[in-house]
């Protein structure tokens, strides 16, 4: 499996940690509060992450990120929606 698998540990994450690195793993950013010590551990916090700091290739970024510290994004079509009527409304 460790060949055909590939792992995502976000840094101060204490559960990912537990396993060790193997030749298939990157760190990521964890940008919780320092005393929030499991929040590192949560899926959509490294899904955000990834999109932050990847791209996410035009496609809306999830409420959830903005709720957690990310950078609200800006408009590219020229609509104007706003992320909070379109969080609204999911």
Known sequence: IKQRSY?????RDIISHLGGE?????????RAGANDFFA?????RSLCELMYTCGNVKRPVYC???S????????????GTSLEFSCEVI
């Open 7 to 11: 792992s995502v540990i976000p840094q």
């Open 22 to 30: 193997h030749m298939n793993s990157a760190g990521i950013k964890c």
């Open 40 to 44: 590192c551990h949560y899926a959509y």
């Open 64 to 66: 959830e990120c903005v």
């Open 68 to 79: 957690m510290g990310y950078p609200e994004p800006t408009s590219i079509d020229g609509s």
